[in-house]
């Protein structure tokens, strides 16, 4: 049985105090890190999670709040943990660049540094075949959110388990049928009305929610009107520091 932890939650703006995308998945062969905003060594010191646990980081786009933490996390790995085991980061066309563009604007350009373990990147593309990802595999598929960050959601596998991401986007009709079957669908829900046509909203789901069949649907990505609700038409709500059996 995996493990999915919920290390940052919220929105691009933190909204109620919480943390940006991130989530670990523990698998039975290693640990995968699913997105790395840029809150997210703090939230893995917060609970307790050790940055040499993670085999692999899946990135489901370029916006800071989903991967700003990766040139962080690198520079950690080097300064912090002397890490010597290998480290996959796998994302959008264009991954391997945009982070090192990223760390660059940051001012610790990653080709000043030397690394003493294996760093390898893996461009995923969505619609193509899954991809082994260190210890899961991983099938990006389109998303609604902006092109510029080139933008898509997983369908991760681990064992005979899958766990569906949205990552951020907003509604398309082909949603339903993509994440069916999965035990845990991790689902942007950024907004209470659909009033930004990039980000999923209760309004939406709620309508909507009988054409979905998967197991724990998680409403994540939540921002300031949705963290002030005191429910959620009986979805479950992400918040830091919970998990989930899988």
Request: hydrophobic share 40%.
């Amino acid at each position: 049985m995996s493990e999915l932890v919920l290390i940052g939650t919220s929105d691009h703006f933190s909204s109620g105090a919480r943390r940006q995308s991130a989530y670990l998945l523990r698998a039975a062969s290693g640990t995968a890190l699913i997105d790395c905003g840029q809150t997210t060594l703090h939230g893995m010191a917060a609970l307790g999670i050790s940055r040499d646990e993670v085999d692999a980081i899946a990135v489901s786009h370029f916006h800071a709040d989903h991967f700003g933490g990766v040139p962080s996390f690198l520079l950690a790995t080097l300064y912090e943990d002397a890490r010597r085991k290998p480290l996959l980061i796998a994302g959008p066309p264009g991954v391997e660049e945009r982070i090192r563009r990223a760390a660059r604007a940051g001012g610790h350009p990653l080709e000043d540094h030397h690394f003493r373990y294996a760093l390898r990147f893996i461009e995923l593309r969505a619609g193509t075949r899954a991809t082994e990802i260190g210890p899961v595999k991983i099938q990006a598929f389109e998303t609604r959110h902006s092109p510029e960050s080139c933008p898509h959601g997983m369908l991760i596998d681990c064992g005979a388990r899958r766990i569906a991401y949205s990552g951020d986007t907003g509604w398309f009709d082909a949603l339903p049928e993509i994440v069916a079957g999965s035990e845990v669908f991790l689902c942007d829900c950024t907004q209470v009305r659909p009033d930004y046509p990039l980000h999923l909203s209760l309004h939406e789901l709620s309508e909507r929610r009988s054409r979905f069949d998967c197991g724990q649907f998680v409403l994540t990505h939540l921002g300031r009107e949705m963290r002030e609700l005191g429910g959620a038409d009986g979805f479950a709500i992400a918040d830091d520091g919970l998990a989930f059996k899988v």
